[in-house]
């Protein structure tokens, strides 16, 4: 059983797969910091590789490797972005510059299907990718994701603002805290839209990251949900090749 880790700026997401490479089990943690730390209290039991993404930074890196050799007595993969995987070429002049999370989102829509894609991922970050129908990557765009759009705003203005948790907006706002949480929701929509209309005719769509099910309503139904793409990349590079 593999173990599959993806450390992103929030949050850690895992799961296991198996010998052929589906995700039998999953969960996402916040790690306020502290992915090391974080990290030692994921599922050991039957692991017999582990696959890291780290967007993070060098340190974090190295603290991740001795925390997993302590908790699983196992050095693990630390996946790296490059130059091409398998028939996908990414388009970056310095490919190891590309978020891994970004490689391993391409790849696992690669890996699905070779074919035109967008690829968004609704992080902390929100990141649009356009790969070709050749597995050339075209480039993509690096933007604040929903709740940093709503710290930008409310940093830079002096209005004031109540709690915006649980301030839903599906309609224009009528109130401060709906106007800042439609106008952070649609900016994200809208740069994914836009990035999507620079991709070929008949690109696949495809949605990830911890606010993919709440863009998902804005952006329409040619939008696929998949809410594991780095962790299935993470598979995908771990598989042998065929
Ligand atoms: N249970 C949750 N806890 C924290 N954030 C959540 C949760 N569910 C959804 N979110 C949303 O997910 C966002 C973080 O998404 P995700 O976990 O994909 O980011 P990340 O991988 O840490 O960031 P990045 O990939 O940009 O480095 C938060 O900004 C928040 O809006
Ligand atoms: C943009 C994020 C933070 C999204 O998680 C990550 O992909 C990253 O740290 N990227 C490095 C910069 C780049 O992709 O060009």
């Given at each position: 059983?593999k173990?599959?880790?993806?450390?992103?700026n929030?949050?850690?997401?895992?799961?296991?797969?198996?010998?052929?490479?589906?995700?039998v089990?999953?969960?996402?943690l916040?790690?306020?910091?502290?992915?090391a730390?974080?990290?030692?209290?994921?599922p050991?039991?039957?692991?017999?590789?582990?696959?890291?993404?780290?967007?993070?930074?060098?340190?974090h890196?190295?603290?991740?490797?001795?925390a997993?050799r302590?908790?699983?007595?196992?050095t693990?993969?630390?996946?790296?972005?490059?130059?091409?995987?398998?028939?996908l070429i990414n388009?970056y002049?310095?490919?190891?510059?590309?978020?891994?999370?970004?490689?391993?989102?391409?790849?696992?829509?690669?890996?699905?299907?070779?074919g035109?894609?967008?690829?968004?991922?609704?992080?902390?970050?929100?990141?649009?990718?356009?790969?070709?129908?050749?597995?050339?990557?075209?480039?993509?765009i690096?933007?604040?994701?929903?709740?940093?759009?709503?710290?930008a705003?409310?940093?830079?203005?002096?209005?004031?603002?109540?709690?915006?948790?649980?301030?839903?907006?599906?309609?224009?706002?009528?109130?401060t805290?709906?106007?800042?949480?439609?106008?952070?929701?649609?900016?994200?929509?809208?740069?994914i839209?836009?990035?999507?209309?620079?991709?070929e005719?008949?690109?696949?769509?495809?949605l990830?990251?911890g606010d993919?099910?709440?863009?998902?309503?804005?952006?329409g139904a040619?939008?696929?949900?998949?809410?594991h793409?780095?962790?299935?990349?993470?598979?995908?590079l771990a598989?042998?090749?065929?």
């Amino acid at each position: 059983m593999k173990l599959l880790i993806d450390v992103g700026n929030t949050r850690i997401k895992w799961a296991r797969s198996g010998s052929a490479g589906a995700l039998v089990e999953h969960g996402a943690l916040p790690h306020h910091g502290d992915p090391a730390q974080t990290v030692s209290q994921l599922p050991s039991g039957g692991v017999d590789a582990i696959w890291i993404s780290n967007v993070t930074g060098a340190a974090h890196e190295s603290a991740l490797i001795e925390a997993m050799r302590g908790h699983c007595s196992l050095t693990p993969h630390i996946a790296r972005s490059t130059g091409q995987w398998r028939g996908l070429i990414n388009a970056y002049r310095e490919p190891q510059r590309l978020g891994v999370d970004r490689w391993l989102a391409m790849i696992a829509v690669w890996h699905a299907q070779h074919g035109a894609a967008v690829i968004a991922n609704a992080g902390t970050a929100l990141t649009v990718d356009v790969i070709t129908a050749q597995g050339q990557h075209r480039g993509g765009i690096i933007a604040a994701g929903i709740a940093a759009q709503q710290r930008a705003v409310l940093g830079a203005t002096r209005f004031e603002t109540r709690d915006l948790n649980g301030v839903h907006a599906d309609t224009l706002g009528s109130d401060t805290e709906s106007c800042v949480q439609l106008g952070a929701q649609l900016a994200c929509a809208g740069a994914i839209d836009r990035v999507a209309t620079l991709a070929e005719t008949g690109a696949s769509r495809w949605l990830t990251g911890g606010d993919a099910e709440y863009l998902h309503a804005d952006l329409g139904a040619d939008w696929q949900h998949r809410p594991h793409l780095v962790l299935e990349g993470l598979a995908a590079l771990a598989s042998p090749v065929p």
